[in-house]
């Protein structure tokens, strides 16, 4: 077990590189699966979440190494050229949620597939009924047994996807499933978020025909086949997203580089509220906390372009130091909320009702031993144990560790004081 010791009341300043995003990385992690050669992933983080579908890819009979390259981080070189298996087990499927995106691939390019239900942060009941769905309208035999689902796409055909919700990982799933065949598809209420167009791009790059992705009409004609590709993921706009609440926060002036500002206006909107100062430049986002923070008011969570759910949690945090009250309310994930039984031991006066939080600022909040929740709701605890008076023992880690990668150099390098500490005994005296 391993834990974030935190010494509050420090500012950050000074410059942070944003990663390439996890959320892209994923899919194309399961995007890779279609592909007959190799394919180099640039600048990869390790994230736990992509050392968990590299072992689905080696499980399946793919070759993955980690390479030096010009970058901060290493490339990934992927080859899947001899994939001969066709089934992920419960064992790694269980470990991330993304490992439901090798259904469609595996379909594409194997016709038949056995994969067991998915894992991830524990924010809802997250079901994959939208997954089996589009695999039935587009014609293959899906049956869902004994916490596996099985697949047959030997009779598959083309022709129109309508998902119920404009699920990411579903449009991603209906995506890699079409790219491979004859015949065109079209997915009607896709997700529009910045990952979908990036999967896109990355498919095209390897020789797909797809178009459409960010709006709400995304058109795939099938290839015969595809190949290898050089490729970079954006740049990761929950961690940007962070860095700027980081910056509002405590910051001194927060330098976040390698931003892509589009894919975080619903955030600087919010931002702008609370009177800290914003400087968008470019790449670049300059961030500095200047005086008395407000409250930016109302936050509700709604799919891209609407204000992400994966930043619920760190404006929680923020909103516990603004004066005045905020709401924040969660509307896609039923459960993502256990970050606040965990920021009132902090001293944090927060109301829960019926989805709708209510956040009283406060001057001051106090650093507690507490646990993180999720991989959000873990770096919402960090950024409360940056302001909160005295120190702030953050648990179970290896939560934040599925997306943020070294988080802790990253917050020492601002100026922070924040170390990883190993606790040789299970944290939860209880069992
Ligand atoms: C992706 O999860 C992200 N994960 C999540 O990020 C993100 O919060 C989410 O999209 C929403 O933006 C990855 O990309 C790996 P959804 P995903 O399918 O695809 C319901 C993080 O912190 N739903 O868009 O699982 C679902 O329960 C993670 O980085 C169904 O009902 O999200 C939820 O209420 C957390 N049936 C809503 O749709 C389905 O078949 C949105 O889920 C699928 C989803």
């Known amino acids: 077990m391993e834990s974030f010791f935190v010494v509050g009341g420090r500012s950050l300043r000074g410059e942070v590189e944003i990663d390439p995003a996890k959320n892209s990385l994923l899919p194309i992690l399961a995007g890779c699966i279609l ?70 691939p595996i379909l594409g390019r194997k016709k038949i597939a056995k994969v067991a239900y998915p894992g991830g942060c524990d924010i809802g009941l997250r079901p994959v009924d939208i997954h089996i769905s589009l695999l039935k309208q587009l014609g293959c035999k899906v049956i869902d047994k004994n916490g596996y689902i099985y697949g047959d796409a030997s009779k598959r055909r083309e022709g129109d996807v309508m998902l ?75 961690e940007a997203g962070t860095f700027m609440i980081a910056g509002a926060m405590t910051g001194e002036k927060v330098v976040i580089k390698n931003v892509i500002p589009e894919h975080n206006q619903a955030l600087l909107s919010k931002l702008s509220k609370t009177a800290c100062k914003i400087d968008v430049r470019d790449d670049t986002i300059i961030v500095e906390r200047g005086g008395r923070l407000q409250s930016f008011g109302e936050v509700e969570t709604a799919v891209y372009p609407g204000f992400p759910t994966d930043l619920q949690a760190p404006m929680c945090s923020l909103a516990s130091i603004c ?31 019926n989805g709708v939080c209510i956040i009283k600022g406060r001057d001051k909040i106090y650093g507690a031993e507490v646990s993180s929740p999720d991989l959000r709701g873990g770096v919402c605890l960090v950024l409360a144990g940056l302001v909160a008076e005295g120190y702030t023992t953050i648990n179970n880690i290896e939560l934040i560790d599925r997306g943020y990668f070294r988080l802790e150099d990253k917050l020492t390098s601002l100026g922070g004081d924040i170390k990883r500490i190993k606790c040789e005994k299970k944290v939860d005296n209880c069992s």
């Open 164 to 238: 119920s919700f404009p699920s990411v990982g579903a449009t991603e799933n209906a995506m890699m499933f079409a790219v491979l065949g004859h015949g065109q598809v079209r997915i009607f209420n896709p997700a529009r978020e910045p990952e979908i167009v990036d999967l896109q791009n990355f498919l095209n790059s390897c020789g797909a025909k797809i178009s459409g992705a960010g709006s709400n009409l995304i058109v795939i004609d099938g290839v015969k086949r595809l190949h290898g590709c050089r490729y970079r993921a954006i740049s990761d706009r929950i």
């Open 323 to 353: 004066e005045g009250y905020s709401l924040v309310i969660e509307s896609l994930f039923e459960s993502r909320y256990k970050h606040i039984g965990e920021l009132l031991k902090m001293n944090c006066d927060i109301r829960c009702k």
């Open 35 to 104: 592909v007959k050669g190799e394919v180099c992933l640039e600048n990869v983080p390790k994230y736990s979440d992509v050392m968990a579908m590299i072992k689905i890819l080696e499980h399946l009979g793919g070759k993955v190494k980690f390479e030096r390259g010009k970058f901060s981080n290493d490339n990934l070189i992927i080859d899947t050229r001899d994939i001969v298996y066709c089934d992920v087990p419960n064992e790694l499927a269980s470990c991330v949620r993304s490992s439901i995106f090798t259904l469609g």
